[in-house]
């Protein structure tokens, strides 16, 4: 079987949960429209204004595991976030300078209720500070952003060797923008240095990913419960702890569901 696109997600707010898509617009340079758009940044964040910097000045998973537990709606149109925890809303509110400040106040407030956090004993980080126009995609991990992928196949070897069979909740501690099927167990590692083709979309620019502790994280609960980093270097061999590919495009285009991929060298 060829293979082919399975899922899509983008992440509107840094940190935070999946948007599934039907279709994906990959800019050139290599980002997504409507991806990583907006982040709660701490205020001592060595950055002016909406700059990029390092997801370990804001908060994310990596430093506060319960906001898995946040649900998120992102309104790209209206350009309004509602937070809501256990299905009940905590806040909704749009960019302007009074819905920033309810935004952060309500985020503050949980996070702050937490046991995991990142900002108990570490007063020169507050007042947070929701960056980012909704509108450009400027806060993956990497400074020129990315497009993530995991193959399925790897995701289920992956899944056996942690004696998990959920394979698709699994594939949510990574945050990839794109799950393919298909293909062969960890063979999308092997495209590191090439280029390949999905849908439309050519990329000029591959590499691996390595991961850090917010693959621990329990995407329902929010709880730390999985050693994934020391499973994929222990039982696969692994000098750093590696799974999926991150990907640059020079011209972008569009990915749609169902989209085959090629390696073309």
């Known amino acids: 079987m060829a293979i082919h696109v399975r899922a899509l997600h983008r992440f509107p707010v840094k940190g935070f949960g999946a948007q599934p898509c039907e279709a994906l617009t990959v800019l050139p340079g290599g980002r997504i429209a409507g991806d990583r758009v907006l982040n709660f940044r701490f205020a001592d964040a060595p950055v002016q204004a909406d700059q990029w910097c390092k997801k370990y000045h804001g908060v ?20 309004r976030l509602k937070m809501s925890y256990e299905g009940v809303t905590l806040i909704e509110a749009g960019l302007d300078e009074a819905g920033r400040q309810q935004l952060v106040d309500a985020l503050t407030g ?16 507050l007042p947070l500070k929701l960056v980012g126009d909704g509108l450009a995609s400027r806060y993956q991990d990497n400074e020129a952003g ?33 799950e393919i099927t298909g293909t ?29 502790l917010a693959t621990h994280v329990n995407p329902q609960t929010g709880q730390r419960d ?40």
């Open 226 to 265: 999985c050693e994934l980093m020391s499973t994929l270097m222990q039982s696969f061999g692994q000098q750093t702890p590696t799974f999926g590919i991150g990907m640059l495009s020079l011209l972008g285009g569009v990915i749609r569901m169902g989209d085959s991929v090629r390696v073309l060298d």
């Open 60 to 79: 994310v998973l990596v430093n506060t595991p319960g906001l898995a537990q946040l649900a998120l709606t992102w309104d790209a149109d209206q350009k």
């Open 184 to 212: 062969s167990a960890w063979n999308e590692l092997g495209w590191a240095g090439k280029r390949i083709q999905i849908g439309e979309v050519v990329f000029n620019r591959i590499e691996t990913k390595v991961r850090c």
């Open 110 to 125: 949980y996070v702050l209720s937490l046991d995991v956090n990142p900002l108990v004993g570490h007063p020169t980080r």
């Open 146 to 178: 990315q497009v993530s992928l995991h193959s399925l196949e790897s995701l289920g070897s992956l899944a056996q060797a942690l004696g998990d069979e959920s394979g698709d909740s699994l594939g949510l501690r990574f945050r990839h923008n794109i």
